[in-house]
T-cell receptor
Framework: SQTIHQWPATLVQPVGSPLSLECTVE??????LYWYRQAAGRGLQLLFY??????ISSEVPQNLSASRPQDRQFILSSKKLLLSDSGFYLC????????????FGDGTRLSIL | EDKVVQSPLSLVVHEGDTVTLNCSYE??????LLWYKQEKKAPTFLFML????IEKKSGRLSSILDKKELFSILNITATQTGDSAVYLC??????????????FGQGTRLTINP
């Protein structure tokens, strides 16, 4: 069966520091991968998606970037964090069959001080 | 701009009650509507709806889609304390072939009191 792992679970970082969040999927190959942010009191917002290795698309302009160095690995990064980057970050995967749903990881709660 | 609106935002009921959660949407392209349950961390998938008027059921949960009026409802009968969670509605508004773009509502926080 397929599983998705995200780490770390929680992270407290000072403003201006770099960021690297990692997501890996097991039990499937060539998945679609997605990064979402869930801000307090707001719905999940799609940040990035990837349909293959090295292919990244951004949905909203922001201080973050994403990379997919391996088939089942998706990384969310920032060179300098802002206070507004605080939130709950969720990674998700899906197969390329659009009749199947996305499945989410447990998320990373990021607090910027 | 694509938009998904859920109501109510918060709901408190007693165990055994029946609840109805609402989701309305305005999107440029519609492929499907999904419901997720989020207890503490990962949202877990409940239903995917693509056709109007066809009810999907799983135990005490059921959902239906109306593509003419642009809304969906999620019903939970004989609620239990384990049903307490945030229920998320999302609409898949296509990006490119083979990828989904889920637009989420704010969620409904459901609390079931014993």
């Amino acid at each position: 069966s397929q599983t998705i792992h995200q780490w770390p679970a929680t992270l407290v970082q000072p403003v201006g520091s770099p960021l690297s969040l990692e997501c890996t999927v097991e039990g499937t190959s060539n998945p679609n991968l997605y990064w979402y942010r869930q801000a307090a009191g707001r719905g999940l917002q799609l940040l990035f998606y990837s349909v293959g290795i090295g292919q990244i698309s951004s949905e909203v302009p922001q201080n973050l970037s994403a990379s997919r160095p391996q088939d089942r690995q998706f990384i969310l990064s920032s060179k300098k964090l802002l206070l507004s980057d605080s939130g709950f970050y969720l990674c998700a995967w899906s197969v390329h069959n659009l009749d199947q749903p996305q499945h989410f990881g447990d998320g990373t709660r990021l607090s910027i001080l | 701009e694509d938009k998904v609106v859920q109501s109510p935002l918060s709901l408190v009921v007693h165990e055994g009650d029946t609840v109805t959660l609402n989701c309305s949407y305005e999107v440029t392209n519609f492929r499907s509507l999904l419901w997720y349950k989020q207890e503490k961390k990962a949202p877990t998938f409940l239903f995917m709806l693509t056709s109007s008027g066809i009810e999907k059921k799983s135990g005490r949960l059921s959902s239906i889609l109306d593509k003419k009026e642009l809304f969906s409802i999620l019903n939970i009968t004989a609620t239990q304390t384990g049903d307490s969670a945030v229920y998320l509605c999302a609409v898949d508004s296509p990006i490119i072939q083979g990828a989904q773009k889920l637009v989420f509502g704010q969620g409904t926080r459901l609390t079931i009191n014993p």
